[in-house]
């Protein structure tokens, strides 16, 4: 055998070891089929309402999030409005005290309930709010009510004061146990080999999403798109917040995009095909934010 036909071997050979590329996510839309960002960007710029369902520690997810809340800005202006599960209804003024500029970020972070991820992942959205003069809307109920009814049931919310309930959404809150996302939460918690699963859990991301929906309905206008960042679980297969929107709303316009993780992006799994509108599949070996 001739050096050429080596070469031309050990060629073909390096070639098929290695991927001719490696992309960073692949987009499919509902059906599971490839799909393009244009037609995502174009789907979304429709829509009343868009639903970025993220993972919290995934770095593809904080790029296109904030990628699309750039282009949605190009085509809809001051029409866009912003918001997140990552901000509590109580820490809205200062945060539109921040937006105002009324002071800078070292007075504005102690002051308010940040993420851990918060200066990497969600400051840069929140700047490019403030940059362009558009609404960020801190949609989530405090953490502490969350809490309360993860121990003791809505019941518990009775007992707050008309002040505290003004972060709540309407008690009692409509809830449907038997919601796919509910019901997997429970199911999760018993397959830990738990002896007592505590059936509050599922009432307690409920009353999340009941709270994150009367915020977005409060702030979102006719003619408006409002985009919301969110965790995967709050938006996924149509549930959580856009559940009760969908009561409140029927005739909403609204865009989900979900990201999912998966060992070979070329396809969609069943599994995560109709989750969303669009799915941006994740391989595995992507790093993790923390």
Known sequence: MNKLNLLIIFLASFTLAFKADKPAYILFDNAGKETSYAKLIEDASKADIVFYGELHNDPVSHWLELEITRDLYGLKGAGLILGAEM???DDQLVLNEYLDNLYDADKFEPETKLWKNYKTDYRPLLEFAKENDL?????????????MVSRSGFEILDSLSDEAKKYIAPLPPLYDSELKGY??????EG???M???NENLPKAQAIKDATMAC???????EGKT???????YHSRNFEGIIWYLRQARPDLNIVT????????ISELEEANTGIASYVVAVPESMTKTY
């Not at 609404?135 to 809490?147: D, H, Q």
């Not at 019901?183 to 999760?188: E, G, I, P, T, V």
């Not at 915020?215 to 206008?221: A, D, N, V, Y």
């Not at 995009?257 to 070979?264: G, K």
């Open 87 to 89: 901000f509590e209804r």
């Open 135 to 147: 609404l960020f809307i801190a949609t989530n109920i405090p953490r502490r009510y969350a809490s």
């Open 183 to 188: 019901r997997d939460m429970l199911n999760m």
């Open 191 to 193: 397959g830990n080999g």
């Open 195 to 197: 002896s007592h699963v």
């Open 215 to 221: 915020s977005i309905l409060e702030h979102w206008k």
């Open 226 to 232: 409002f985009i919301h960042y969110n965790g995967s």
């Open 257 to 264: 995009v979900e990201t999912v993780i998966q060992e070979d």
